[in-house]
Each structure stands twice: as C-alpha cells, then as structure tokens.
C-alpha cells in the first residue's frame, strides 16, 4: 500500500524498509496504523480536532478521509480577518499528530495529551507569527480571536 494521503499504511511503509514496528496506532493503542485513522479517527486525533472546533466556534463532522477533510476545509467561508489562521489550521494540527506519533514509535516518549494540544496551539501561534508577523500581536489575542 502507499503512504500519504492515498491512505496506506505507515508501518507498512516502514516495515519494508527493515523497521521492526507494531501494526497498532501509537497514538491510541486501539487500532490498525492508517493515515486516515492516525489523523482523524484515532482518539487522539479526535480530541485536538474537537479542541479546534471549539475555538473556532462550529460544528463539524470529520469525513472518511484525509483528503475529503482538507476539501472541505478549504471549502468553508470563513471570516476575512481569520482566513490566514483557518487555513494554517489543518497543516499545523497533521504536523503535530505526526510528530507525536515519530516521537513515540522512534524515540519511546509520549506526550500527555493536555501537553500535545498546548503544543499545537503554540505551534500554530508561532507559524502565524513567523508567516504573518503584524497579524498578531500575543498569544492571548490569538487565543481570543478564534471564532469565525
């Protein structure tokens, strides 16, 4: 199978390579390793998604896969004022979910999950301030300036 978002198997992918690796998601412990589980459906994924949902105030029912996921993300209206932070949204939260996932299969550490989304939400604060530098003044305005 392939890698990416065609949705094959990482670990697959890996063990291939010579990588001695378990078959199940890292992050959960619950399921097959699958780039559209690891991203989406893993319980962890499920938690930074919903937190992110909650700040920026909407609904919103995650899709089968990756791919659809970042269709309709990028289809959404949002706001003027919050389209930068709204699209740097997904690639930041893929980045950490993958991060935390290497961290732990290659280096043997994990990372609470209250830590993780801290970790995303400052993560993302920098990239808006590196990419965007007069967007954002602080990091407390950037917290209270989700909502679309």
Not at 52 to 62: P, R, T
Not at 70 to 94: A, E, I, S, Y
């Amino acid at each position: 199978m392939e890698s990416g978002l065609g949705g094959g198997s990482h670990t697959e992918n890996l063990q291939k390579r010579g990588f001695r690796l378990a078959s199940y998601c890292v992050l959960c412990k619950e399921a097959e390793e699958h780039v559209h589980h690891l991203f989406l459906h893993c319980k962890v994924a499920r938690e930074l998604w919903g937190m992110l949902f909650l700040l920026f105030g909407c609904s919103w029912v995650l899709p089968a896969t990756v791919k659809q996921h970042l269709h309709m993300w990028n289809g959404c209206r949002v706001r003027k004022d919050k389209k930068k932070v709204w699209r740097m949204t997904p690639l930041c939260l893929l980045w950490c979910i993958w991060r935390e996932r290497n961290r732990r299969v290659f280096e043997g550490l994990e990372m609470p999950l209250y830590r993780l989304k801290d970790l995303f939400l400052k993560l993302l604060f920098f990239w808006m301030v590196e990419t965007y530098p007069m967007f954002i003044s602080s990091f407390v305005e950037f917290l209270g300036g989700f909502k679309c």
